[in-house]
């Protein structure tokens, strides 16, 4: 399974930690919000999935949010208690819309009629391989209304008009900047190595996580920045790693050889030439 629909109805359930708005301005500033969420009997969930937020209840229904599961389930009580019918993922928001602003369900059930919309009633609901491209072309045209420009300079002949000054809440989100950086250093993991395509085939075509190399600490609100050089790929988990627990991709990366190192493990000639390019990003 490569993708799932999280519900979330705020008359039921509305616990976020903080409080909705203040996560929306999280990952709206840092890329990222971690959270635990039910799915019911749902055990069959794959850490590395898709997740979309479906926003529900009277006050306004429609998609509002993106992620990704970085967790096998585990029982409500804990992951080391017995399996249940009450089960919990961790997920890596890596979007979320402002209340008022969710993808009607209308426009759902139009643009993806492959999904029963009205029909979802709890979290963990499959989506089928052949829904997904129409889905994140769909996402892609609210939240990310940039598209690449395919007249962009070759990678390493960005002029200086190209180097743009962005607010420090978009750096990660910025569809020119992360096809830059795409097309400066390909789709592999700059830590683990990993690719989409490799793995998944054609549905994980043009899939990663671009992470800027800069802490936000250290950012103005109107830092200048170069995407091929402030700007590296990242997978969904080893995104969800450097923000969770802030280091260097670099770092990282140590730690994945040390692990690695320890483990014995041998790779195959395709990982090993990943694995290379992903020191030779970090250098």
Same mark, same amino acid.
């Given at each position: 399974m490569t993708a799932i629909i999280l +519900?979330? $109805? @705020?008359?039921?359930?509305?616990?976020w930690q903080p409080a909705y708005p203040e996560a929306v301005d999280v990952v709206a500033e840092t890329g990222l919000f971690p959270a635990s969420w039910s799915v019911g009997r749902y055990g069959h969930i794959q850490a590395g999935a898709e997740a979309w937020l479906l926003?529900?209840? *009277?006050h306004g229904r429609g998609l509002i949010g993106h992620g990704t599961v970085t967790s096998e389930p585990y029982p409500a009580?804990?992951?080391?208690?017995p399996a249940g019918p009450g089960r919990y993922v961790d997920v890596a928001f890596d979007a979320l819309l402002p209340r008022g602003e969710a993808i009607p369900v209308g426009e759902l059930l139009d643009r993806v009629p492959g999904i029963r919309w009205k029909a979802i009633r709890g979290s963990g609901t499959a989506i089928k391989a052949e829904n997904e491209p129409a889905l994140r072309e769909l996402w892609a045209e609210h939240v990310l209304p940039d598209r690449?420009?395919?007249?962009?300079? !070759?990678?390493?002949?960005? @002029?200086?008009? !190209? =180097?743009?000054?962005?607010? +420090? $809440?978009? &750096?990660? *989100?910025?569809?020119? +900047?992360?096809?830059?950086?795409?097309?400066? &250093?390909?789709?592999?993991? +700059?830590?683990?190595?990993? $690719?989409?395509? #490799?793995? &998944?085939?054609?549905?994980?075509?043009?899939?990663?996580?671009?992470?800027?190399?800069?802490?936000?600490?250290?950012?103005?609100?109107? &830092?200048e920045f170069d995407p091929l050089t402030d700007l590296v790929p990242l997978c969904a988990n080893c995104h969800a790693i450097v923000h969770i627990h802030p280091m260097s991709p670099a770092q990282l990366r140590r730690i994945?050889?040390?692990? *690695?190192?320890?483990?014995?493990?041998? =790779?195959?000639?395709?990982?090993? #030439?990943?694995l290379n390019e992903a020191r030779r990003m970090l250098g």
């Open positions: +519900a979330w $109805n @705020p008359e039921v359930w509305d616990g926003l529900q209840g *009277r009580s804990g992951r080391s208690a690449p420009d395919p007249t962009l300079p !070759a990678p390493g002949t960005f @002029p200086e008009s !190209a =180097v743009t000054r962005v607010l +420090a $809440n978009r &750096y990660e *989100r910025n569809a020119r +900047a992360r096809r830059a950086c795409i097309e400066q &250093y390909g789709l592999s993991c +700059a830590a683990c190595g990993f $690719n989409f395509e #490799a793995v &998944y085939g054609e549905i994980g075509h043009d899939f990663i996580h671009v992470h800027h190399l800069v802490p936000l600490a250290q950012l103005g609100p109107g &830092y994945i050889d040390s692990s *690695r190192s320890i483990g014995g493990g041998v =790779v195959s000639p395709e990982q090993e #030439a990943s």
